[in-house]
């Protein structure tokens, strides 16, 4: 399961400061791609080899003291359910608040782990302050930090992922590919989840006090075994406007994080449009294996070449992003919907596809020498030889004498020639350059 850690606190804390310290190390190129509209507040961080995403909470809903008992107290409680660590930031430039105290009653009552984060302790004076936060009875520790200049971040985190679950434990569940849908609204998902399932999943259970979590429904479907990592039951728990982008942003980010494949669904009478994009690229940067999923295809007038023109022209658009499987499918008329099943078997055959290292080298070593990284600042670069390393997604290592020398576009270079002779299909290919 996906470590999910949220950012929770009254206004001007310093939680997107924070947010933006812990994140920064891992924004992608991805991320300056056109057509990509930023997510400030959603974003991967790596701490000590563990990997997590954080949110922002506090870009969701812009609150101030009186719309506490609305919007804000709704959003803590959302952020509760469908995170896996809470981050409390209070301030010590303002010491200990009655805003503050209102959020800790209810993360109190939370099972989840909380941290309290006593920010802008830069000084020896507000470093005391942060004792003040005892008082809130939340945590082991306060944790006196700096989202500015980092300083206590690194304490605070290693606290937060001793929290996390060991990613050791066994799962009766390997082997079987979990897929999340995922889409702009309309694109048609409750309606294809429905398809797959054969359930009427818009029927929800609604037993006052009960929230369900996240499930994974196990199907059997065409002879394939896959795991929806569905998160459509959970009623709908937003009230408030405003918190039920930030509901359903949570629950898309969920799924996605749980997933191995993500099923991205869009219209086929609206073509490609830049929040597709930035779905497409959200899953790429958490190297999600990826099955485009043209839906609506009953609504398009077409001749025998649409479909290729249509493929061409999206996958040109998504470059580097281009590697994914499409499928022209109709939910409505049943069109190719096992298709798509089958598209995501293929992709998480690929995920687990492993090259041999004597394979790997008899066929990329050639192809360096042909054509060798670029002489930087003088210096010659090296590549010894080449393997895949195991991880969930296609990941390889150069070894070279200076790493450091190598250039993105050779990268992009070796990605390319790694995509042409192995395929890896609908997955991102990462390469790495090191010594030894
Ligand atoms: P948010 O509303 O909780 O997201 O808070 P912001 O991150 O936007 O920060 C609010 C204000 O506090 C800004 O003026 C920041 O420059 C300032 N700030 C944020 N973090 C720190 C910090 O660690 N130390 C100090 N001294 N100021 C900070
Ligand atoms: P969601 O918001 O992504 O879950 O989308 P829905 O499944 O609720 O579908 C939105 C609308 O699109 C509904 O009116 C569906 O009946 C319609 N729809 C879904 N799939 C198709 C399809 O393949 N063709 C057509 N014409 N309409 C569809």
Redesign the pocket.
């Known amino acids: 399961m996906a470590n999910i850690v949220a950012i929770v606190?009254r206004?001007?804390?310093?939680?997107?400061?924070l947010f933006n310290r812990l994140i920064e190390s891992r924004v992608a190129i991805t991320d300056n791609m056109p057509g990509v509209t930023r997510d400030r507040h959603y974003g991967h961080a790596v701490w000590t080899e563990k990997y997590f995403t954080v949110i922002d909470t506090?870009g969701y809903v812009v609150g101030s003291e009186d719309t506490f008992e609305g919007a804000i107290r709704e959003q803590v409680e959302i952020a509760i359910d469908e995170s896996s660590v809470v981050l409390f930031?209070v301030d010590t430039m303002t010491g200990l608040t009655d805003l503050d105290k209102e959020f800790a009653n209810i993360l109190r009552r939370s099972k989840k782990p909380v941290f309290v984060a006593a920010?802008?302790a830069?000084t020896f004076e507000r470093h005391q302050t942060a004792a003040e936060f005892y008082e809130l009875g939340l945590g082991d520790e306060v944790f006196p930090i700096?989202?500015?200049d980092g300083s206590g971040t690194g304490e605070l985190l290693d606290a937060i992922v001793a929290k996390f679950p060991d990613s050791g434990e066994e799962n009766p569940n390997e082997g079987i590919p979990r897929i999340a849908i995922l889409g702009r609204p309309n694109v048609g998902k409750s309606s294809f989840l429905n398809a797959l399932t054969g359930k009427d999943r818009s029927i929800v259970t609604n037993i006052a006090g009960t929230t369900r979590d996240a499930i994974d429904t196990h199907y059997r479907l065409y002879g394939k075994d896959f795991i929806l990592t569905d998160t459509a039951g959970i009623r709908k728990k937003a009230k408030v406007h405003d918190n039920i982008e930030f509901y359903s942003t949570l629950r898309s980010i969920k799924a996605l994080e749980n997933s191995d494949i993500c099923v991205v669904l869009l219209d086929a009478s609206q073509g490609l449009e830049s929040q597709d994009v930035s779905i497409i690229a959200h899953a790429h940067n958490a190297k999600k294996g990826i099955v485009l999923m043209i839906n609506k295809w009953d609504l398009v007038e077409k001749d025998s070449k649409t479909a290729d023109k249509m493929k061409k022209e999206i996958l040109e658009r998504l470059a580097p992003m281009n590697y994914m499987p499409v499928v022209f499918a109709s939910v409505l008329e049943k069109q190719r919907i096992f298709q798509v099943i089958e598209k995501v078997m293929e992709v998480y055959e690929n995920k687990t596809k492993k090259i041999t290292t004597s394979k790997l080298n008899e066929t990329m070593l050639p192809i360096i020498e042909n054509t060798p990284p670029p002489m930087l600042k003088g210096k010659q670069i090296k590549i010894k030889y080449c393997v895949q390393v195991p991880t969930p997604s296609p990941t390889f290592i150069f070894f070279c004498n200076l790493p450091q020398y190598v250039q993105d576009s050779y990268a992009r270079f070796l990605q390319n020639k790694l995509r042409e002779n192995f395929g890896f299909e609908g997955l991102p290919i990462t390469v790495f350059f090191r010594t030894k």
Do not use: L
């Open positions: 606190g206004p001007n804390v310093g939680k997107s400061t506090g930031v920010n802008k830069e700096s989202g500015a």
